[in-house]
């Protein structure tokens, strides 16, 4: 599986950015995919992750009522929109994939394959 995260950018606090994840190849064989992000100096924080089955969301305590993560199967594109964005959401933001079931969601050894990350940066 390839993933080719994009929408990144500089944005004020308060605004909106909607982050995309575009997957190719042997997608049928995961099960579902997250958003990690990186602020500089800091290790990977889990930030959202959606299963195929069911549909169903999982968010981080910081973003949850303000990100929503979707996926258009058309497309095999998995989004991450982010509101009312914080100074502190300021990173690099990564999507993942995985393939196995009954794993943590919120640990990057559950994830298979990564994006190349994208900026996100909140100035106040």
């Known amino acids: 599986v390839q993933l080719q995260a994009s929408g990144g950018g500089l944005v004020q606090a308060g605004g909106s950015l909607r982050l995309s994840c575009a997957a190719s190849g042997r997608t049928f064989s995961t099960t579902g995919m997250g958003w990690f992000r990186q602020a500089p100096g800091k290790d990977y924080e889990f930030v959202a992750a959606?299963?195929?089955?069911?549909?169903?969301?999982y968010y981080s305590d910081f973003v949850k009522g303000r990100f929503t993560i979707s996926r258009d199967n058309a497309k095999n594109t998995v989004y991450l929109q982010m509101n009312s964005l914080k100074p502190g959401d300021t990173a690099v933001y990564y999507c993942?994939?995985?393939?196995?079931?009954?794993?943590?969601?919120?640990?990057?050894?559950?994830?298979?394959?990564w994006g190349q990350g994208t900026q996100v940066t909140v100035s106040s």
């Open positions: 993942a994939s995985r393939r196995r079931t009954g794993v943590s969601l919120t640990t990057t050894a559950s994830y298979d394959a």
């Open positions: 959606i299963d195929w089955i069911g549909g169903y969301t």
